[in-house]
T-cell receptor
């Protein structure tokens, strides 16, 4: 079957670093997306990994290990506005398989 | 602004009624996706159209149907509405279905309240 696992909720402190993990088991793999979604708003694209390794984009980085079926999103220098849900999605056989999302709570 | 438009923004209706949600994809995008998101829940994929043809189906109820028109806009029809259908309905679009063109851009959503 197709399965994507993420922690339901995480808490971190403003200014700190947080890593949000995503593990997947899918019948095919073409790439992995991370999206950010603020409450009541539309998801917005953060990153896309196709090959193994780390992709850095400002304060956000995303890592992929295809052999382990594992990805993480790393958020540095956390700001209050980073409080949101972070969704992992795998592109598998012409469809996106979505994780349930990780709600990130930032405390001052 | 993602370039994807959805109307209406809010919709309040009664149980048993039928509603139509409308979506216009980004210019040049051929694929349209519909998602349902209930309060504090994850995104539930409903259905995908590519250039007018149904491409993939998710957890879409038989009471729900969709289509994509020649101008590529799409409509999601929800009938015999129940209280549990109250949710945010998102439309997303992407260029195509091949690798590298699969980033989805989401519209602002339609908030449906069934009373």
């Amino acid at each position: 079957g197709q399965n994507i696992d993420q922690p339901t909720e995480m808490t971190a402190t403003e200014g700190a670093i947080v890593q949000i993990n995503c593990t997947y088991q899918t019948s095919g793999f073409n790439g992995l997306f991370w999206y950010q979604q603020h409450a009541g708003e539309a998801p917005t694209f953060l990153s896309y990994n196709v090959l193994d390794g780390l992709e850095e984009k400002g304060r956000f980085s995303s890592f992929l290990s295809r052999s382990k079926g594992y990805s993480y999103l790393l958020l540095k220098e956390l700001q209050m506005k980073d409080s949101a849900s972070y969704l992992c999605a795998v592109h598998s056989n012409y469809q996106l398989i979505w994780g349930a999302g990780t709600k990130l709570i930032i405390k001052p | 602004d993602s370039g994807v438009t959805q109307t209406p923004k809010h919709l309040i209706t009664a149980t048993g009624q039928r509603v139509t949600l409308r979506c216009s994809p980004r210019s040049g995008d051929l694929s349209v996706y519909w998602y349902q998101q209930s309060l504090d829940q994850g995104l539930q994929f409903l259905i995908q159209y590519y250039n007018g043809e149904e491409r993939a189906k998710g957890n879409i109820l038989e009471r729900f149907s969709a289509q994509q028109f020649p101008d590529l806009h799409s409509e999601l029809n929800l009938s015999s509405l129940e209280l549990g259908d109250s949710a945010l309905y998102f439309c997303a679009s992407s260029v195509g279905t091949s690798v590298g063109s699969y980033e989805q851009y989401f519209g602002p959503g339609t908030r449906l309240t069934v009373t």
